[in-house]
């Protein structure tokens, strides 16, 4: 079924289908009966119906270099990229690259960090991580994992993003989104982000992990929300055993449907 002319692309009015026992009971939608293969194609499956849906997918911080990005990044912890976009003008204006920023005054940084919350820590952290690249990177931004988590304030997350969109090096960026939405998928019982990406790593293909996070973020900041999924526009019903935890009507569920601007992101 088609959506309407009016709807955004992403979403998809469903065929009437009963909510699944997962739905229902509260129950796990991750079944340990489901083969690694069966398992395998349903995700790719619904892979490649995420790039129909989310054909616009992309990271929604903006930044012009890998330092941008970086620290960005770490600035959007407990914020939205909305916020962080509103801020980091000002910043990399005042700051362009890591010497400058590794010598910012700490109250001007604060200042500049605080619509972004937890602006002290968030100050620790892109002040020393500005430090450690010029001290140990010549003031760049390395393009190794193994050199990115060492930094302060950025984990396996944050290099990720990084490796990904700075760098081209495939990377699976699991954040509050990623997380929810893979174990609504049955794909995962993780909770843990290094096991989930672990886990996730072995049913899609690596050149697309990139492009894969952005989809699976963009539909849980669009479709699969956290409090109440459009689980009745959701182009994805069919193969998801979580279908029905969200309202199934497609009228209603259409309401839900956030609009796909960066601007309306959280």
Known sequence: MSAPASSPAYARPTRARRPTPAARTGASPYDPGETPLARTRRARRMARELTVLHPDAHCELDFTNAFELLVATVLSAQTTDKMVNKVTPTLFARYPDAVALAGADREELETILKPTGFFRAKANSVLGLSQALVERFDGEVP??????????????????????????????????????????????????PVKVEAEI????????????????????????????????ACGLAQWCPSFGIGPVDPELAL??????????TE
Not at 218 to 229: E, I, L, T
């Open 143 to 192: 393009a190794r994992m193994a050199d990115l988590v060492t930094l302060p304030g950025v984990g396996r997350k944050t290099a990720n993003v990084v490796l990904g969109n700075a760098f081209g090096v495939p990377g699976l960026t699991v954040d509050t989104h990623f997380g929810r939405l893979v174990r609504r998928f049955g794909w995962t019982e993780e909770e843990d």
């Open 201 to 232: 790593a072995q049913l899609v293909p690596k050149k697309e992990w990139t492009d894969f996070s952005h989809r699976v973020i963009f539909h849980g900041r669009r479709v699969c929300h956290a409090k109440k999924a459009a689980c009745g």
């Open 255 to 264: 309401k839900l449907v956030k609009t796909p601007t960066a601007s309306d």
